[in-house]
Nanobody
Framework: VQLQASGGGLVQAGGSLRLSCAAS????IGWFRQPPEREREFVAA????????YYADSVKGRFTISRDNAKNTVYLQMNSLKPEDTAVYYC?????????????????WGQGTQVTVSS
């Protein structure tokens, strides 16, 4: 599977961005991020059907993951952005209908997209 994340950029605190991940095939998709000088961390995930989602506590209520399988695209809508959301964001695919929350549960990774939130 080929994955391509896009939609990153520079935004002021309180602003919004929508990331997209082009992903074909029957995969659960997860979004992860890697802040500067820190380890990669889980952000959100969605099952292939789109009926089940899961969020890290740090983004719950601010971020929304969704997907349009007709367009082979998964979205991460990020609202009320904070400087601590600054990171390279990655989408990853898991060869299962169900999502995981650990990076090692995902076998396919796309290139990241930089999100920078200024204070």
């Amino acid at each position: 599977v080929q994955l391509q994340a896009s939609g990153g950029g520079l935004v002021q605190a309180g602003g919004s961005l929508r990331l997209s991940c082009a992903a074909s095939g029957r995969y659960a998709i997860g979004w992860f991020r890697q802040p500067p000088e820190r380890e990669r961390e889980f952000v959100a995930a969605i099952t292939y059907s789109g009926r089940n989602t899961y969020y890290a506590d740090s983004v719950k209520g601010r971020f929304t993951i969704s997907r349009d399988n007709a367009k082979n695209t998964v979205y991460l809508q990020m609202n009320s952005l904070k400087p601590e959301d600054t990171a390279v964001y990655y989408c990853a695919a898991r060869g299962s209908n169900w999502y995981g929350v650990r990076a090692d549960e995902y076998g396919h990774w796309g290139q990241g997209t930089q999100v920078t939130v200024s204070s």
